[in-house]
C-alpha cells in the first residue's frame, strides 16, 4: 500500500514539474500575448486591402490605404485588438527568398497564424507575386538584437 502510494504521489509530482514553466515564459488563461520583441520570427505573409477589410484606420490608429508602407501583426502577439499594443509603430524587416522590404506594424489580423503578418499590397509586391497569395517569411523588429538588413 505504501508503495503505491509513493508512487502515485512521485508520479504526480513529476507531472507537474514537467508542465511547469519559468515566471517569465507563463501566460495566464485570458491574455495568452507574447510579449519578445527581440530576434527572428518565422511565419507566413498574405496582403490586405485596409480600407476594404477592417476599416482605414489601422488598430494602432494611423490611417492606412493599399499604398501604405505597414503591416498587420498576428493577433497571438499582438494582444487585445481592442487595444494599442506595444508592437504598435515597430519597424519590421521582412524577407522571402532573396527579396526583402521594410514596413511598419499599425494593425492586426485576427485570423493571421502565429508570428505571421499581413501587408498591404506594395509591400507585398515588393516580395511576390499577388497571385502567389501566401509566402513563408522570416521577419525583425528593426533595432532589435539579431535584426540585420
Known sequence: M???LACGTLLVMM?????????DK????VDKVVHTITGLFKGSATFF?????GGPIGSCGPKENDNSPICALNLHQYGDEDSKSHWCGKKVLIKHKNKQTTCTITDCCPGCGPNSLDLTPRV???LAEYDI???P??????GTKGCSK
Do not use: K, N, Y
Request: glycine letters at 6%; aromatic letters at 10%.
Open 26 to 29: 507563463r501566460e495566464s488563461g
Open 2 to 4: 505504501r508503495f503505491t
Open 49 to 53: 486591402h485596409p480600407v476594404s477589410e
Open 124 to 126: 507585398f509586391s515588393q
Open 137 to 142: 517569411i522570416t521577419w525583425c523588429i528593426i
Open 133 to 135: 497569395g501566401v509566402i
Open 15 to 23: 507531472s507537474a514539474l514537467s508542465s511547469a514553466q519559468p515566471i
